[in-house]
T-cell receptor, first 111, second 111 residues
Framework: GIQVEQSPPDLILQEGANSTLRCNFSDSVNNLQWFHQNPWGQLINLFYIPSGTKQNGRLSATTVATERYSLLYISSSQTTDSGVYFCAVASIQGGSEKLVFGKGTKLTVNP | GAGVSQSPSNKVTEKGKDVELRCDPISGHTALYWYRQSLGQGLEFLIYFQGNSAPDKSGLPSDRFSAERTGGSVSTLTIQRTQQEDSAVYLC?????????FGPGTRLTVL
């Protein structure tokens, strides 16, 4: 099945810094989503982005489907950005819409 | 509007007991998914319902796990003869197109 790798696994920033999270995947996808898991375990939708570029406030994402990677940019980070960021994909070859998740990037933003 | 809801939020049970977990998807969403998140396995797909089609059960870890979706809406995940390795957070998601939206999860602890 499709493989999803996220990097870095851990990231520690000072408030106000910028960061880039990466997601590599091994097959063509018809769905790619970025999530933020908050301290209470809720998965918050950040982006649905199987291709192209989107921006939402301080966050933006780019997926280059032909090269099988996606990037999540966080600018001017805040302590509330702390948590785990997951990339999840659904493979075109998979036969269903089930998401395969990466292992996540744990972000800690210090004041 | 209302998001995906799950009940109970927490469930503690004894090894060998059966448990039922409930998911109420977003109104109008035709697809419903169950995933689980455990320390050792990360986030993994369990089962997928789409309209009246046969469910994709390819992620169910054993025949002790089953799920049904009644009337194309509410879904129940049943785990029979629970084992300690079933302890995890069980997450439900729903979608209308490709983007999936997750509920808050049910934390299951098997003693």
């Amino acid at each position: 099945g499709i493989q999803v790798e996220q990097s870095p696994p851990d990231l520690i920033l000072q408030e106000g810094a910028n960061s880039t999270l990466r997601c590599n995947f091994s097959d063509s996808v018809n769905n790619l989503q970025w999530f933020h898991q908050n301290p209470w375990g809720q998965l918050i939708n950040l982006f649905y982005i199987p291709s192209g570029t989107k921006q939402n406030g301080r966050l933006s994402a780019t997926t280059v489907a032909t090269e099988r990677y996606s990037l999540l940019y966080i600018s001017s980070s805040q302590t509330t950005d702390s948590g785990v960021y997951f990339c999840a994909v659904a493979s075109i070859q998979g036969g269903s819409e089930k998401l395969v998740f990466g292992k996540g990037t744990k972000l800690t933003v210090n004041p | 509007g209302a998001g995906v809801s799950q009940s109970p939020s927490n469930k503690v049970t004894e090894k060998g007991k059966d448990v039922e977990l409930r998911c109420d998807p977003i109104s109008g969403h035709t697809a419903l998914y169950w995933y689980r998140q455990s320390l050792g396995q990360g986030l993994e797909f369990l089962i997928y319902f789409q309209g009246n089609s046969a469910p994709d059960k390819s992620g169910l870890p054993s025949d002790r796990f089953s799920a049904e979706r009644t009337g194309g809406s509410v879904s129940t995940l049943t785990i029979q003869r629970t084992q300690q390795e079933d302890s995890a957070v069980y997450l439900c998601a729903s979608s209308l197109a490709f983007e999936q939206f997750f509920g808050p999860g049910t934390r299951l602890t098997v003693l």
